[in-house]
């Protein structure tokens, strides 16, 4: 048990050397040995738990969407109108901002994101599909209560929810004019989002919704927590 936990401690020294060094000098800069020197241990260590800079990466931004994950869930019991799609929307495009994680991974060098993508495709598959079908299945509660319009066939809608909000988080990377305050450019996003999708009356609907979409957050944030324990204690 010592052992395990020693172990657990070390994986967190390692994901927390790699945080730091991913947003001050990005990701195709650090090496496994910059992240190996930062955290006080041998680069074998390192490799003791992530076999490869990929998986490593992964795990650092798994923590950081565990971490917004238990906001949402904080947002959602807080008040229940931040379920709907757009203010999640705002919630989403707001926290990227603020995650340094993140932000360096979504509007940085958009090699490192497909990098990442395409790993993540490969290397969480599973974590990807789950994360695919939360949001498959908050779109099924929202159209359920009539928050969403019903004029849309599901799949389309979830790909154009995605699409739309997957440009905002990432035009940054591709040189967009970065002058309109961030605020405003949320403000863009929740007119956009919720032109396209939500119904007339939709305010009034969400609360009922809410706790199902509460669920769904609180399954995906022990999802996200076991496969980084896991990841960590390899």
């Known amino acids: 048990m010592e ?36 955290a006080g241990i041998g680069k074998g260590t390192v490799y003791l738990h992530f076999n490869t800079k990929e998986v490593l990466f992964l795990t650092v931004l798994m923590r950081a969407q565990a971490r917004i994950t238990e906001r949402f869930l904080a947002a959602f019991e807080a008040d229940p109108s931040h379920a709907l799609p757009s203010e999640l929307s705002r919630l989403v495009y707001l926290w990227v901002h603020e995650d340094p994680i993140i932000h360096v991974i979504m509007t940085g060098d958009p090699e490192t994101l497909g990098t990442l993508v395409r ?59 970065t002058d309109v305050p961030l605020e405003a450019r949320a403000e863009a996003l929740v007119h956009v989002i919720r032109s396209s999708f939500e119904a007339p009356g939709a305010a009034g609907r969400v609360s009922a919704a809410a706790p199902q979409v509460a669920e769904l957050y609180r399954t995906m944030r022990d999802l996200l927590v076991e496969e980084i324990d896991r990841r960590k204690l390899t």
Do not use: N
């Open 3 to 38: 052992e395990m936990r020693m172990s657990d401690e070390r994986a967190d020294w390692i994901l927390d050397a790699a945080g730091e060094l991913l947003v001050s000098w990005g990701y195709r800069r650090v090496t496994i040995e910059d992240v190996a020197r930062r």
């Open 119 to 177: 790993s993540g495709a490969d290397q969480l598959g599973s974590l990807v599909k789950a994360r695919w079908r939360l949001m498959a299945d908050y779109f099924a509660i929202m159209r359920e209560h009539g928050v969403v319009r019903d004029d849309l066939e599901p799949g389309a809608c979830l790909y154009a929810f995605a699409s739309i909000l997957t440009g905002f988080v990432s035009v940054d990377a591709y040189g967009a004019d």
